[in-house]
């Protein structure tokens, strides 16, 4: 007698969880930063635990934010998503009030918290895509329109870049404009209307450039690294010797020497040649490919 036999149980499959890739990802980059933070300062004036405890402080904020916002409806804060925008804009037009923001050679990007400074222009950039993104959504059908297909965005983004570029933070409001304008070819803007932007855009920037004697000095130098290597390309020079002096394998964590004496703001904007001096050019670009796929 043929009996009938019951099927395989199926194979239990691991399913790899996004978000938890995404905290894998985040507290593997903040462990590596205050690791690499740490080494950068350690011979600073204040002390090597400064800038590390300043950090472990903005760190343990983070993580309460975090925790806060992961547990936020989005839908709930896509109906205040206009209020966000205002709040955001008069922020950034209180750095610009003498008295009121704080300059640091030469740029006001910063508010005083007490102790602490706020750069708004880093949370008016997630503010932007928000406010893009959620006015995107719901005019999908107008989108092929001139005026709330391209003008109206391009306004609302334009809002955002008009602050920061004048601090000055040119870096910032080129990655305001050009995040704004990939949204809306994401969204189905027309290239007719993106194309003449993207073309206005590197006029304005040339010409802003051009009218800058220090951005345009720095441009000049860096067209000839080793000729300016005591002048406008010094950081930059001493960054590209402190990868050569790391080479393919590395110093070594804390073994690292440009930072010391030559690299300035070693802790800050330089501190990824310190990645590269001590912990070699391979494990360098194997981190910045892994966190950018």
Same mark, same amino acid.
């Given at each position: 007698?043929?009996?009938?036999?019951?099927?395989?149980?199926?194979?239990?499959?691991?399913?790899?969880?996004?978000?938890?890739?995404?905290?894998?990802?985040? @507290?593997?980059?903040?462990?590596?930063? =205050?690791? @690499?933070?740490?080494?950068?300062?350690?011979?600073?004036?204040?002390?090597?635990?400064?800038y590390l405890?300043?950090?472990?402080?903005?760190?343990?904020?983070?993580?309460?934010?975090?925790?806060?916002?992961?547990?936020?409806?989005?839908?709930?804060?896509?109906?205040?998503?206009?209020?966000? %925008?205002?709040?955001?804009?008069?922020?950034?037009?209180?750095? =610009?009030?003498?008295?009121?923001?704080?300059?640091?050679?030469?740029?006001?990007?910063?508010?005083?918290?007490?102790?602490?400074?706020?750069?708004?222009?880093?949370? %008016?950039?997630?503010?932007?895509?928000?406010?893009?993104?959620?006015?995107?959504?719901?005019?999908?059908?107008?989108?092929?329109? =001139?005026?709330?297909?391209?003008?109206?965005?391009?306004?609302?983004?334009?809002?955002? %870049?008009a602050f920061?570029?004048?601090?000055?933070?040119?870096?910032?409001?080129?990655?305001?404009?050009?995040?704004?304008?990939?949204?809306?070819?994401?969204?189905?803007?027309?290239?007719?209307?993106?194309?003449?932007?993207?073309?206005?855009?590197?006029?304005?920037?040339?010409?802003?450039?051009?009218?800058?004697?220090?951005?345009?000095?720095?441009?000049?130098?860096?067209?000839?690294?080793?000729?300016?290597?005591?002048?406008?390309?010094?950081?930059?020079?001493?960054? =590209?010797?402190?990868?050569?002096?790391?080479?393919?394998?590395? %110093?070594?964590?804390?073994?690292?020497?440009?930072?010391l004496n030559?690299?300035?703001?070693?802790?800050?904007?330089?501190?990824?040649?310190?990645?590269?001096?001590?912990?070699?050019?391979?494990?360098?670009?194997?981190?910045?490919?892994?966190?950018?796929?």
């Amino acid at each position: 007698m043929a009996y009938d036999l019951p099927p395989p149980a199926p194979r239990a499959r691991f399913v790899v969880n996004p978000v938890a890739i995404i905290v894998v990802c985040a @507290i593997a980059l903040t462990i590596l930063g =205050l690791t @690499i933070l740490f080494s950068a300062s350690a011979s600073y004036k204040q002390g090597p635990y400064f800038y590390l405890n300043k950090q472990l402080g903005g760190v343990a904020a983070a993580a309460v934010l975090c925790l806060v916002f992961s547990r936020l409806n989005l839908d709930y804060l896509r109906k205040h998503v206009w209020w966000f %925008a205002g709040i955001t804009l008069v922020l950034l037009a209180l750095v =610009l009030v003498p008295h009121v923001g704080i300059a640091v050679k030469g740029s006001k990007r910063w508010l005083g918290l007490g102790a602490a400074r706020l750069q708004v222009s880093e949370f %008016a950039k997630l503010t932007m895509v928000f406010c893009l993104a959620h006015y995107l959504a719901i005019n999908q059908t107008r989108l092929g329109s =001139l005026k709330h297909g391209y003008l109206m965005p391009l306004g609302l983004i334009g809002s955002f %870049a008009a602050f920061i570029i004048l601090e000055p933070d040119f870096g910032t409001t080129a990655l305001v404009v050009a995040v704004g304008l990939v949204l809306l070819f994401l969204a189905g803007a027309k290239w007719r209307y993106i194309l003449p932007t993207i073309g206005a855009v590197a006029v304005a920037f040339a010409v802003l450039v051009i009218h800058n004697p220090n951005r345009l000095r720095r441009l000049t130098a860096f067209m000839d690294v080793e000729g300016n290597k005591n002048a406008g390309t010094y950081q930059l020079y001493q960054s =590209l010797a402190a990868f050569a002096a790391g080479g393919v394998d590395g %110093a070594g964590l804390g073994q690292g020497r440009q930072q010391l004496n030559f690299l300035p703001e070693a802790h800050t904007d330089m501190i990824f040649a310190v990645v590269g001096e001590e912990l070699g050019l391979w494990f360098t670009l194997g981190v910045v490919v892994l966190f950018t796929i």
